[in-house]
């Protein structure tokens, strides 16, 4: 078999990696859309590096957009084949790849506006207008290919290939791929006559992998014995901090901003996953009578409608979850906490004078109502703008982070930047080296993993952690690059 790795190779967003088997089968592992790429992202998504129509099938990780967000894309170009998940992935890419192509269809009606008055006299057959990657009706039809099975079912894909889902721990649905494929077995010189025979080859792809300890979703789950591994290493040259340490960080920023400095908490958080686990700490920390008598504003109503499916799924929750769940028939809401889907009432936030908390999407600051959150905020010495998880170098999340930075363009306007910057990682979803290192070790004897592929990182994190694995007894580790094509 070839895989050729088409995206997250040297960087963590547009997964994709396509496998060729000798008797022809082909299959994308994810098809993530390139995110925080400024004007390079429109060109990178459209230019997929392989032929939809021939492609079999997709097999899908979990719904995070960098690794599904290019579904609805293959099928308006002619892709024909199932896409095969777990359930809750399926349904959260229902609502996910939705919400994905309502922002491109605005998006691109707002740049075409202001295209159309940048060009009163258009050149004659000049085009200047653009369009969206997909529509909104490009994801209902996309819908219809999905086929879900549940964890720790091995199933066939085709005669010659099977496949196995495994709870990642990541986010809700989210699974470690391990598949089975049956073919020759040739002596890596490739001499023709050097075929020995057919054996079943075992390659697991990790997609993203969750940490061993986290509030609202169980660790992830040991997988099958592989030859080769694909894996992601977002934060394979760093340690994250003990879930305690991270509940308590929150409650102080909480505490100096919200009660001290009497102003606004601004957490941009993706809708999915981090949204929910922030909401559920301070949950805890207001059935505990810790949390301060404070509005809490979960501002996204893809995180409301997110939350819903959560509530859908509680045996696929941690038994943190569930022993809460024994008391606190809802984990996802309290008193204070108000889910919020008008846009009149998330404009009006920004009027309101008193201190209180507003989570919002995106995580990385590159759109959503945070943004505009932030904008407004941001020359406040009173607020705080809290980063809980990773922002792509590029982003308007990572940028703000510069030690020492004063001021920062958003939406074209340059602002002084008086309110405060923080960072808390424990609330990351990604497995740190160590987490990672010590799973694979479970899950996997050493010895007999003839190769491991390094994905879903920036290089410097990637070749730390390339380190990390060979400290820990893997051998023929290699980090592609984009196009790489590997024979197995």
Not at 7 to 28: C, F, M, N, Q, Y
Not at 98 to 104: G, H, K, L, M, V
Not at 185 to 210: E, I, M, Q, S
């Amino acid at each position: 078999m070839k895989i050729q790795f088409l995206g997250a190779t040297r960087e963590v967003t547009g997964s994709k990696h396509l496998i060729t088997t000798d008797s022809g089968h082909t299959i994308l592992l994810d098809c993530g859309m390139y995110q925080g790429k400024g004007m390079e992202t429109d060109a990178a998504n459209r230019d997929l590096g392989f032929d939809p129509t021939k492609l079999d099938c997709v097999v899908l990780s979990h719904a995070h957009i960098d690794h599904s967000g290019l579904i609805p894309y293959i099928v308006k170009m002619g892709f024909k084949g199932d896409i095969y998940c777990t359930p809750a992935t399926r349904d959260l890419c229902s609502l996910m790849l939705t919400d994905t192509a309502f922002i491109q269809e605005q998006d691109v009606r707002t740049y075409n506006k202001k295209i159309d008055k940048q060009n009163p006299h258009k050149e004659k057959g000049k085009k200047y207008k653009v369009e969206p990657l997909y529509t909104q009706n490009d994801v209902n039809r996309a819908m219809k290919h999905f086929v879900t099975y549940s964890y720790d079912r091995r199933f066939r894909l085709f005669d010659d290939v099977l496949l196995t889902f495994t709870n990642s721990g990541h986010m809700l649905g989210g699974a470690i791929c391990s598949l089975e494929i049956y073919e020759e077995d040739k002596n890596p010189n490739g001499h023709p006559a050097a075929v020995l025979n057919r054996r079943w080859k075992r390659l697991t792809y990790t997609g993203d992998v969750g940490r061993l300890h986290c509030h609202i979703l169980p660790p992830p789950q040991l997988f099958p014995q592989c030859d080769y591994l694909i894996c992601e290493s977002t934060y394979g040259d760093r340690i994250h901090d003990e879930q305690m340490v991270t509940e308590e960080q929150l409650l102080g920023v909480v505490e100096d901003t919200c009660v001290y400095r009497k102003g606004k908490l601004l957490i941009p958080s993706f809708s999915v996953g981090r949204t929910q686990e922030i909401v559920y700490v301070l949950n805890q920390l207001y059935n505990d009578g810790r949390l301060p008598h404070i509005p809490v504003y979960v501002d996204s109503p893809m995180s409301t409608n997110a939350t819903q499916i959560f509530r859908m799924y509680p045996d696929e929750l941690s038994d943190e979850v569930r022993d809460t769940m024994q008391f606190d028939p809802d984990p996802f809401g309290f008193n204070t906490l108000k889910y919020i889907t008008d846009i009149s009432e998330s404009k009006a936030l920004n009027h309101k004078d008193d201190p209180c908390i507003i989570i919002s999407a995106s995580g990385m600051l590159e759109a959503g109502r945070i943004k505009h959150h932030v904008a407004n905020h941001i020359s406040d010495p009173r607020c705080t703008i809290l980063i809980v998880g990773y922002c792509e170098p590029t982003t308007l999340g990572a940028r703000i982070q510069q030690p020492g930075l004063q001021w920062i363009s958003i939406f074209g306007l340059d602002r002084r930047i008086k309110a405060q910057i923080t960072k808390i990682e424990g609330f990351s979803g990604h497995g740190d080296y160590k987490e990672m290192i010590d799973y694979f070790t479970r899950s996997l004897q050493v010895d007999q993993v003839q190769r491991v592929f390094v994905v879903h990182g920036e290089l410097t994190a990637a070749e730390a952690y390339k380190g990390h694995l060979t400290d820990a007894g893997f051998k023929n580790i290699d980090i592609p690059q984009h196009g790489e094509i590997v024979e197995l």
